[in-house]
C-alpha cells in the first residue's frame, strides 16, 4: 500500500472544553453527554435490552417532540439530519413544479428557503423586510397572500442571522381563509418563545436538535398535519428525494400504526437518538413554559448588560428581539474579529459575528438551553468588555 496512516490519527483524540454562547450549537448538558455514550442498538430492533429497546426510544421521541411542538399530528418524527434538512423535508414534500410559494424574508434563513423552492421548481414569491431589525406586521402578511395565492406561505419564526422574532399567531387564520399552507422555521426559537403548532394551525414545523433542545447537531425535529398529510396525499407528482420522502420516514417512525407497519427506510444514528430523547426529557423534567421563561430572562439580563457597556443592540425593540440570539452592533472603530478572537483565545468563550444581511454589522451572542444561565451571561458581558478594551487598544498599536 502506498498511503501510509496518517501522523494525526496516531494520537487519541483530544476536544477542549469550550462554552459555545454563539447561535448554535450549543453546549450539552451531563446527562446528554452521558447519553451519548451508551452502547448502539440496531436501528430495527425491538427486543428488550434492560427493559428499554430502541422502537421504544423513537416513540419517546415523538413524544417529546410532541410536546416541545405543542401538537398532537400523528406524522411527528426526527429526520437524519440538521435543521436545514427540516426546512428541506418540508419544501420537498409539500412543493411541486409551478407551485407558488410566499416566503417572508428577514435574513439568511428565508432567502435559504427561497433558493430550496426554487430548486424544487415552485413560483417563489417573496416579503421582504427592508427596515432593519424589524418584524413582518399581520397586515403586511395577509396582503401579501391576498396579492399571491400562495399554496403555502413560509416564515422563519426566529432568524438567527438578525436575531429577529418573528410572531405566528394570527398567521394561521389568514392561510386558512386563503387556503394554503402555513409552514414554521422554528430552528432557532423552539422552546425558547411559546410555539402552539396545533393552537396557532401551523401545517407543518421543524426544528433542530442542537439549540435550546441542547443535543448534538444531526437531527431534525419536523411535524405536519392533516392538512399538510392531505397536500402530500393529492401529489400529482413523486416525492423527489427519497430520503426527505416524509410518507416513507413516517412508516419507520410508526406514525402510521394503524394502516402501516414499521418498515426500514434507512440506518438512523442510536446515538444522536439517545441525546435527543435526554434533551426533549431535560425540556420535560424542567416544564417547557420554566424553559422559556428561564431564557426570556436570561435575555433580558444581557440587554440590560449590553446597555451598559454603552452598545446598541441590532433590534431596538425588545418584543421583536429573538431571546435565543441577542444581536449585538458593532461599535465604531471596532474589528469584530478580534473581540471574537480575544474570547475564544482567552476564554474559551465561542460569540458569532453577523451572517448573511448582517455580516461585519453584529456581534450574535446565543443563549440556548444548558448554557441560558445568569452566571453564562455575566461571563459572557464580562469577557465581552475585556475583549472590546483590548480590540480597541490592540488597533491603535
Not at 401545517?203 to 411535524?223: C, R, T
Not at 451572542?365 to 455575566?378: C, P, R, S
Request: glycine share 8%; proline share 5%; charged share 20%.
Amino acid at each position: 500500500m502506498n498511503v501510509r496512516p496518517p501522523l494525526g490519527l496516531k494520537s487519541p483524540l483530544r476536544i477542549p472544553h469550550k462554552l459555545l454562547m454563539g447561535p448554535g450549537p450549543s453546549n450539552s448538558s451531563p446527562r446528554i453527554l452521558n447519553a451519548l455514550s451508551q452502547p448502539i442498538l440496531g436501528h430495527m430492533h425491538s427486543e428488550l435490552f434492560d427493559k428499554l429497546h430502541f422502537f421504544q426510544i423513537m416513540d419517546e421521541i415523538k413524544k417529546g417532540i410532541q410536546y416541545v411542538f405543542q401538537t398532537n399530528n400523528q406524522l411527528t418524527l426526527a429526520i437524519s439530519a440538521s435543521g436545514h434538512a427540516g426546512m428541506e423535508a418540508v419544501l420537498c414534500n409539500l412543493l411541486e413544479p409551478h407551485d407558488v410559494v410566499l416566503i417572508l424574508i428577514n435574513g439568511i434563513w428565508g432567502e435559504r428557503a427561497a433558493n430550496l423552492a426554487e430548486r424544487y421548481g415552485a413560483i417563489v414569491r417573496k416579503l421582504v423586510k427592508t427596515a432593519l431589525g424589524s418584524n413582518f406586521s399581520i397586515i403586511e402578511i395577509e396582503n401579501a397572500v391576498k396579492i399571491h395565492q400562495p399554496k403555502l406561505l413560509f416564515v422563519v419564526q426566529g432568524e438567527s442571522s438578525t436575531g429577529i422574532y418573528q410572531p405566528i399567531i394570527g398567521i394561521g387564520e389568514i392561510t386558512r381563509r386563503y387556503n394554503c399552507l402555513l409552514v414554521v422555521d422554528t430552528v432557532a426559537s423552539l422552546g425558547a418563545v411559546p410555539f402552539l403548532m396545533d393552537k396557532w394551525k401551523v401545517d407543518a414545523a421543524y426544528s433542530g436538535s442542537q439549540k435550546i433542545i441542547g443535543a448534538p447537531p444531526g437531527l431534525a425535529p419536523i411535524s405536519f398535519n392533516e392538512r399538510a398529510l392531505k397536500t402530500i396525499a393529492n401529489r400529482k407528482t413523486p416525492i423527489p428525494v427519497y430520503f426527505w420522502d416524509i410518507t416513507l420516514l413516517g412508516q419507520q417512525w410508526n406514525c402510521f400504526e394503524r394502516s402501516a407497519p414499521r418498515l426500514y427506510h434507512h440506518t438512523t444514528s442510536a446515538t444522536l437518538l439517545y441525546g435527543l430523547r435526554e434533551g426533549l426529557a431535560v425540556i420535560a423534567d424542567e416544564g417547557l413554559e420554566q424553559v422559556i421563561k428561564r431564557h426570556q430572562h436570561c435575555a433580558a439580563q444581557l440587554y440590560e448588560g449590553i446597555e451598559a457597556l454603552g452598545m446598541q443592540l441590532y433590534v431596538d425593540e425588545e418584543h421583536k428581539r429573538l431571546p435565543s440570539v441577542t444581536t449585538i452592533k458593532v461599535p465604531d472603530g471596532v474589528d469584530w474579529r478580534k473581540v471574537t478572537e480575544y474570547a475564544m483565545k482567552r476564554y474559551k468563550l465561542e460569540i458569532s459575528g453577523g451572517l448573511g444581511p448582517t455580516a461585519g454589522k453584529v456581534f450574535r451572542v446565543g443563549i440556548m438551553g444548558y448554557n441560558a444561565t445568569q452566571e453564562n451571561i455575566v461571563f459572557v458581558l464580562d469577557v465581552l468588555k475585556e475583549a472590546l478594551k483590548h480590540s480597541v487598544t490592540s488597533s491603535k498599536l
